[in-house]
């Protein structure tokens, strides 16, 4: 059974830097796209990174490009999401998911309804 935790939300000023993990049991010998969502206040859950863990390659929503970071330690069975250069609009509940099936591209499992596994979220609070 696939179980996903996150940690490491907090409150920060615009133009510091978190750093997101998601432990993810289960999550083996199956392929696999795991990803990160945020969920702003009166605003639909979005895909921000997505990674297919197999292949590795990745997908960032524009509004993160260039300022966050997806990656994954295999060993330790753990998602990172590395965010740098933080802005008020990153403000929202951070969701790890994963889904079970990454034949396309990362760019294409972008959407709440194509995940099979949620974790519980951590909230990112950003100041200005």
Known sequence: QVQLVESGGGSVQAGGSLRLSCTASGVTHTDYCMAWFRQAPGKEREGVAV???GVRSTYYADSVKGRFTISQDVA???LYLQMNSLIPEDTGM??????V???FRPSYYVLRDQYNYW??????TVSS
């Open 94 to 99: 951070y969701y790890c998911a994963a889904r």
């Open 51 to 53: 990674l297919n863990r």
């Open 119 to 124: 974790g519980q979220g951590t909230q990112v």
């Open 76 to 78: 330790k069975n753990t």
């Open 101 to 103: 099936g990454c034949t």
